[in-house]
């Protein structure tokens, strides 16, 4: 079945650092790809979000490619900071469901 | 504003004692769906909805039941609650057809003694 793998965490990075947070899914058809966050104490919320090959979602200065060849959808930001902490879900869309990785935490020190 | 709607958001309560938690969106979307959330587990899907009377089991429906009586709610009924489903819980809409993004609620903590 479809299913999303993501890099375990916790993630803890200092203000400034570089993010990646690794993301692969089955290759099943073409699927929409997607980064969700969840900041503590809320529910989910997207994040950003690319329908095709080659695409790139983007937002927030955080950014992910679709990458079909390697299928891959990993989350990146140049320079992270302490409000980007937070749990990071990667998903794909099948026929009836979005498909979540476990999530990982991001921690960001000052 | 467009928003999902969950009530309880804190609920503690006692094995067996049967319980409803509430979900309702004003955007007219066809698709609603329940999530658990578990550390180290992640977001599991419990029963989904395509349009009304149309539900469908997801990954964890056991213990669970759903209804979908009219397109803005989408009631998850624990008949007989046990520990393990001691969680926090997500219901999300989404528009059929639409970009594929998941509005979801604010989440209901469930505690069962």
């Known amino acids: 079945g479809d299913s999303v793998t993501q890099m375990e965490g916790p993630v803890t990075l200092s203000e400034e650092a570089f993010l990646t947070i690794n993301c692969t899914y089955t290759?099943?058809?073409?699927?929409?790809l997607f980064w969700y966050v969840q900041y503590p104490g809320e529910g989910l919320q997207l994040l950003l979000k690319?329908?095709?090959?080659?695409d790139k979602g983007s937002n927030k200065g955080f950014e992910a490619t679709y990458r079909k060849e390697t299928t891959s959808f990993h989350l990146e930001k140049g320079s992270v900071q302490v409000s980007d902490s937070a749990v990071y879900f990667c998903?794909?869309?099948?026929?009836?469901?979005?498909?979540f990785g476990k999530g990982t935490m991001l921690l960001v020190s000052p | 504003e467009a928003q999902v709607t969950q009530n309880p958001r804190y609920l503690i309560t006692v094995t067996g004692k049967k319980l409803t938690v509430t979900c309702s969106q004003n955007?007219?979307?066809?698709?609603m769906s329940w999530y658990r959330q578990d550390p180290g587990l992640g977001l599991r899907q419990i029963y989904y909805?395509?349009?009304?009377?149309?539900?469908d089991k997801g990954d964890v429906p056991e213990g669970y039941k759903v209804s979908r009586k009219e397109k803005r709610n989408f009631p998850l009924i624990l008949e007989s609650p046990s520990p393990n489903q001691t969680s926090l819980y997500f219901c999300?809409?989404?528009?059929?057809?639409?970009?594929?993004?998941?509005?979801f609620g604010e989440g209901s903590r469930l505690t069962v003694l």
């Open positions: 998903a794909r869309l099948g026929y009836s469901t979005l498909t």
């Open positions: 690319a329908t095709k090959a080659d």
């Open positions: 290759a099943t058809g073409y699927p929409s």
């Open positions: 909805s395509m349009n009304v009377e149309v539900t």
């Open positions: 999300a809409s989404l528009q059929a057809g639409g970009t594929g993004e998941l509005f």
């Open positions: 955007m007219n979307h066809e698709y």
